[in-house]
């Protein structure tokens, strides 16, 4: 089926842009009047905005969210011999990072609830060389951070949270990458608070820590000319950070309307025996930068089929396309099974390797409209009743 046939798409980032237009064309053309391409005090001001809004003492910017967990790993000596606990059910850029630093990513299984870190395999996973936690607050989901901090104090462990698809969500009432040593933000187009291009950030209450980053990220450069590690070229462009503000104050309301729009697919879903609908949990806010349900295998065997698989969940996401519904797949393969990983090959993750053939993302961006959500529900029921 032709693009143009698809009425609702799984991303529509034209919307928000025709809402703000006006306030972003206006910034982008004083910093192009300006002159001053790279830093400054447009990066500056963004910066601190930043660590406002998620209530810590430093941000640093950078190129990227896989540059700010880079960036983490180096700047938390955290190198070869060091075991990192992670998910396996994220962006290859969580684990990338552990290993291009030198460190061995160590993967647990997860929750089916959440799509997080089962935090009750988190302590039985730690040795004598683990050095830190990697927590992914997935989908905009967060992480069970009291538990996870309580376990990381007790080891002596250090917190690096990837935030990356999460910005703005809580858990009790406190900002994701505000609890660990550092939290790594991505600005990627299609997270929540997103760039006109690549962007990251880290956050962190440690002054040492935020300018060990500063420093590695240009360079390892800590005086003009002056370099005392090997560092690498990671700026926020500041084209890019001046969009960033424009957008800044709007990031609070749109989540909100994530929120509603996922209240009103739970309401719907929840009905449907076939489906899973993703929850929050109790003292959790998510901020839904994917809305992921999970096709139930048993219930599909209940109606005739033998088995669940991908060419199954393929079928269904090929069907709601030729309604006019887009989704996505995030992750067909969890990172253990990946080829770069076969060594880990012999992981036993079940929940993720079955959680990885049921998953299906739906349609969700704050300005999906109750009619385009509502094509989006009838379409799924209907290529469930055609199986």
Not at 157 to 164: K, R, S, T, Y
Not at 331 to 358: F, G, I, M, N, W
Request: proline residues 5%.
């Amino acid at each position: 089926m032709a693009l143009n046939m698809i009425n609702v798409p799984p991303l529509d980032l034209t919307q928000q842009y025709e809402i703000i237009e006006e306030q972003v064309n206006t910034r982008v053309q004083e910093v192009l009047s300006s002159g001053r391409y790279i830093g400054g005090s447009i990066v500056d001001e963004f910066e601190q905005q930043f660590a406002k809004y998620v209530d810590v003492s430093h941000c640093v910017s950078c190129n990227s969210g896989t540059d700010a967990l880079f960036l983490a790993l180096r700047a938390l000596n955290i190198g070869f011999g060091d075991e990192v606990i992670t998910t396996p059910f994220t962006f290859f850029s969580t684990a990338e990072v552990i290993s291009a630093v030198g460190a061995t990513p160590i993967f647990i299984d997860i929750d089916p609830q959440t799509f997080n870190l089962d935090l009750k395999q988190l302590e039985p996973a730690i040795t004598k060389n683990t050095k830190a936690i990697l927590p992914v607050h997935l989908f905009g989901q967060p992480v069970d951070m009291t538990m996870l901090m309580a376990i990381a104090h007790s080891h002596n462990l250090i917190v690096i949270e990837d935030c990356a698809q999460a910005t703005g969500a809580e858990w009790h009432q406190q900002k994701v990458g505000s609890f660990g040593d550092i939290g790594c933000f991505s600005f990627f187009p299609t997270k929540n608070l997103g760039a006109f291009g690549d962007g990251g950030a880290l956050t962190t209450n440690n002054p040492a820590i935020a300018n060990q980053v500063r420093i590695l990220k240009n360079h390892g450069q800590s005086a003009k000319y002056f370099y005392e590690h090997i560092g690498i070229n990671s700026r926020l462009d500041t084209i890019q950070a001046a969009i960033l503000q424009v957008k800044l104050p709007y990031l609070d309301s749109w989540n909100q309307q994530r929120r509603a729009l996922a209240n009103h697919y739970y309401k719907f879903l929840s009905g449907i025996t076939a489906v899973v609908p993703p929850q929050e949990l109790f003292g959790g806010r998510c901020v839904w930068n994917q809305y992921t349900i999970i096709l139930k295998s048993q219930e599909l065997e209940a109606i005739g089929k033998s088995h669940f698989s991908n060419s199954l969940r393929d079928s269904i996401q090929a069907q709601l396309q030729n309604k006019g519904i887009g989704s996505a797949i995030y992750y067909p393969t969890p990172l253990h099974l990946q080829p770069v990983y076969k060594s880990l090959a012999h992981c036993q993750l079940p929940v993720v390797e079955q959680v990885c053939h049921q998953v299906l993302s739906l349609p969700m961006f704050p300005e999906l409209s109750t009619s385009q959500q509502e094509q989006v529900i009838f379409a799924l029921k209907n290529c469930l009743q055609e199986l």
